[in-house]
Nanobody
Framework: QVQLVESGGGLVQTGGSLTLSCAAS????????MGWFRQAPGKEREFVAA????????AYADSVKGRFTISRDNAKNTVYLQMNSLKPEDTAVYYC????????????????????WGQGTQVTVSS
């Protein structure tokens, strides 16, 4: 079955940077939009960023615009989330997700639109 495996989480100080990776297998990577979501304790899972096959279809949550960058290496079936200027409120478990890309970036934001999920990786930002 489809597998999404995240890595790269950890503990970082406020203002620091981390890069998350998500390796996908057993899916036709070019047919899928890849997203990042996060969930903090006691809160609902929320959208962070997503990207279609090409850079023309990219979406970010307002809270991370200008600080986070999503990219993908289609040859490696891997999607990345570069996180800069991290804040304590970015602390959460970060999840990678995949959905069939229909070309509508509005659909990237809804957690219910995604078909496959990784197991999550913890990101903790200390103040």
């Amino acid at each position: 079955q489809v597998q999404l495996v995240e890595s790269g989480g950890g503990l970082v100080q406020t203002g620091g940077s981390l890069t998350l990776s998500c390796a996908a297998s057993r899916l036709t990577f070019s047919s899928y939009a890849m997203g990042w979501f996060r969930q903090a304790p006691g809160k609902e899972r929320e959208f962070v960023a997503a990207r279609g096959w090409n850079a023309g279809r990219t979406a970010y949550a307002d809270s991370v615009k200008g600080r986070f960058t999503i990219s993908r290496d289609n040859a490696k079936n891997t999607v990345y989330l570069q996180m800069n200027s991290l804040k304590p409120e970015d602390t959460a478990v970060y999840y990678c997700a995949a959905r069939v890309d229909l070309g509508n970036t509005d659909s990237y934001y809804n957690v219910r639109n995604y078909d496959y999920w990784g197991q999550g990786t913890q990101v903790t930002v200390s103040s």
